[in-house]
């Protein structure tokens, strides 16, 4: 069983990816709860596409131990659900050190795991410190979904929070200009790749590395290709020509640093002390990524009812009537546990999934099956 996975609010809908099928599973309610991978959107993105909560755990907050690799730095797994009090039980599940994984023993307080689920409270939001960072929203911001946006900000006001408007990622534009987000991905890549490959206990064709794995999937009839294309693993591989062991690297890492920390989200925080950074969730991920921090996804409307329907390459909608898209909590390192709360406090004000129309979905629930 394989192919195209599609999102359940409208035929061929794009359910974006990379965690596509976890998104969709859980939206549906084909299971309770599924797991994501990220490195920069591939949890956030599907989750606000198919209208549920998708959890990007600060990187090392739950291991990686030989979960496919594209950067040490950033990939991460969290949980996909259809509320946060989902998530918040599937991430304490996962949670935790990991000697197979180093960047684990970096968990505060030695390792020991907040409650998550304990943190799913309403008052959450009463005191909360939040700020707006309307220069990083005009660059990558969808301006349809800025209604909403504007309504939730009055949800959150309502119910005790501090809004700080107007904060400002003072290298938001330069960041995005300069392609280093690219380049520390792409130098990690092949780095890592390398090293999960040479930990299987089983390799039948005997790949050891990304040019082993480029030529493979260029002549196996399974891979799909020229449809499935090669086209980053030759920019890696033939274009940069350095990897995360080369000179270059350190100077884009420390840039890449300094945009997304000084110049960007952590910089933001620490200057206004803010509990978290809010944004739609579309397009505003990237911010968080470079420096591992923290986001929770959670459904913040749908499109207009007469929205145009549009496709991309590959003939998934990608805009069109009631699609779905989220709200984002973004925070400093390992504050998951808080952006629990906000989100969750968010949620139960406002049961915005529950406004959703999907064109199918199963007739029996989970809880149906488990009665039995």
């Given at each position: 069983?394989?192919?195209?996975?599609?999102g359940?609010?409208?035929?061929?809908?794009?359910?974006?990816?990379?965690?596509?099928?976890s998104?969709?599973?859980s939206?549906?309610g084909?299971?309770?709860?599924?797991?994501?991978?990220?490195?920069?959107?591939s949890?956030?993105?599907p989750?606000?596409?198919?209208?549920?909560?998708g959890?990007k755990?600060?990187?090392g907050?739950?291991?990686?131990?030989l979960?496919?690799?594209?950067?040490e730095?950033?990939d991460?797994i969290?949980?996909?659900?259809?509320?946060v009090?989902?998530?918040?039980?599937?991430?304490?599940?996962?949670?935790g050190?990991?000697p197979?994984?180093?960047?684990?023993?970096?968990?505060?307080?030695?390792?020991?795991?907040?409650?998550y689920?304990?943190?799913?409270?309403?008052p959450?939001?009463?005191?909360?410190?939040i700020?707006?960072?309307?220069?990083?929203?005009?660059?990558?911001?969808?301006?349809?979904?800025?209604?909403?946006?504007?309504q939730?900000?009055?949800?959150?006001?309502?119910?005790?929070?501090?809004?700080?408007?107007n904060?400002n990622f003072?290298s938001a534009?330069e960041?995005?200009?300069?392609?280093?987000?690219?380049?520390?991905?792409?130098?990690?890549f092949?780095v890592n790749?390398?090293?999960?490959?040479?930990?299987?206990?089983?390799?039948p064709n005997?790949l050891t590395?990304?040019?082993?794995?480029?030529?493979f999937?260029?002549?196996?009839?399974?891979?799909?290709f020229?449809?499935?294309?090669?086209?980053?693993?030759?920019?890696?591989?033939?274009?940069?020509?350095?990897?995360?062991?080369?000179?270059?690297?350190?100077?884009?890492y420390?840039?890449?640093?300094?945009?997304?920390?000084?110049?960007?989200?952590l910089g933001?925080?620490?200057?206004?002390r803010?509990d978290a950074?809010?944004?739609?969730?579309?397009?505003t991920?990237?911010?968080a990524?470079?420096?591992?921090?923290?986001?929770?996804?959670?459904?913040?409307?749908?499109?207009?009812?007469d929205?145009a329907?549009?496709?991309?390459?590959r003939?998934?909608?990608?805009?069109?009537?009631?699609?779905?898209?989220?709200?984002?909590?973004?925070?400093?390192?390992?504050?998951?546990a808080?952006?629990i709360?906000?989100?969750?406090?968010?949620?139960?004000?406002?049961?915005?999934?529950?406004?959703?129309?999907?064109?199918?979905?199963?007739?029996?629930?989970l809880?149906d099956?488990?009665q039995?």
């Open positions: 069983m394989g192919g195209q996975a599609y359940p609010y409208y035929p061929g809908q794009d359910p974006s990816g990379s965690s596509s099928g998104a969709v599973a939206a549906l084909l299971a309770s709860g599924c797991l994501g991978t990220e490195t920069d959107g949890i956030l993105s989750a606000s596409k198919n209208s549920i909560v959890i755990p600060t990187p907050l739950t291991s990686r131990d979960v496919i690799p594209i950067s730095r950033q991460t969290g949980p996909m659900t259809r509320t009090k989902d998530a918040a039980i599937l991430l304490q599940a996962i949670a050190v990991d197979h994984d180093n960047y684990t023993s970096a968990i505060p307080n030695n390792g020991v795991i907040p409650d689920v304990s943190a799913c409270q309403l959450a939001l009463s005191g909360a410190r700020g707006i960072s309307r220069n990083m929203m005009e660059l990558r911001a969808v301006n349809t979904q800025i209604p909403a946006f504007e939730a900000i009055s949800v959150l006001k309502a119910a005790g929070a501090t809004i700080i408007d904060i003072p534009a960041f995005l200009d300069s392609g280093v987000k690219d380049l520390i991905i792409q130098a990690d092949p790749l390398a090293s999960y490959l040479s930990q299987l206990t089983e390799n005997n590395t990304l040019a082993e794995v480029r030529e999937t260029r002549s196996s009839n399974n891979e799909e020229p449809g499935r294309d090669t086209a980053l693993w030759d920019r890696i591989l033939f274009e940069q020509g350095w990897d995360n062991t080369d000179p270059r690297f350190e100077d884009a420390r840039r890449t640093l300094y945009y997304n920390g000084e110049g960007g989200l933001a925080i620490e200057r206004h803010l950074v809010i944004a739609p969730s579309d397009g991920h990237t911010f990524a470079g420096v591992g921090a923290p986001v929770i996804t959670v459904p913040l409307g749908f499109s207009a009812p929205a329907v549009v496709k991309n390459s003939d998934l909608v990608i805009s069109g009537p009631n699609l779905p898209f989220g709200l984002s909590f973004m925070g400093a390192k390992f504050t998951e808080k952006l709360g906000l989100a969750y406090a968010f949620e139960q004000k406002t049961h915005i999934r529950d406004e959703g129309k999907m064109y199918i979905s199963p007739k029996t629930e809880i099956v488990i039995r």
